[in-house]
């Protein structure tokens, strides 16, 4: 069994920052081989890849270039998003997911958090 649980958002001005964190537990031997990801979902709008990490590589949505930050804990299983000069377009519900695999394809990964709502006015 596998469960994420995102912390840390909330509401931002435009330009300001928020870092989100999200814990994996699991009672699986590989969980140290995890990717874990960022997604998000506006409303009305598909879910989007928001960047992705392991543990020799990070992949970024152009989108968020340049303004975010991904990077696993100090523990493998932790992951945490930093997200500077915010816009409006940002708002969202943020989703971490995790698995084997790595990409910024949400089917990728079979496993996500229930998110944490991320408001920029």
């Known amino acids: 069994d596998v469960q994420l649980v995102e912390s840390g958002g909330g509401s931002v001005d435009t330009g300001g920052s928020l870092r989100l964190d999200c814990a994996l537990t699991t009672s699986t031997y590989y969980s140290n081989g995890f990717c874990m990801g960022w997604f998000r979902q506006a409303p009305g709008k598909e879910r989007e890849a928001v960047a992705t990490t392991s543990t020799n590589f990070v992949l970024y949505a152009d989108s968020v270039k340049g303004r975010f930050t991904v990077a696993r804990g100090n523990s493998k299983n932790t992951m945490y998003l930093q997200m500077n000069s915010l816009t409006p377009e940002d708002t969202a519900m943020y989703y971490c997911?995790?698995?084997?695999?790595?990409?910024?394809?949400?089917?990728?990964?079979?496993?996500w958090g229930q998110g944490t709502q991320v408001t920029v006015s």
């Open positions: 997911a995790a698995g084997v695999g790595c990409s910024l394809n949400s089917r990728t990964y079979p496993y």
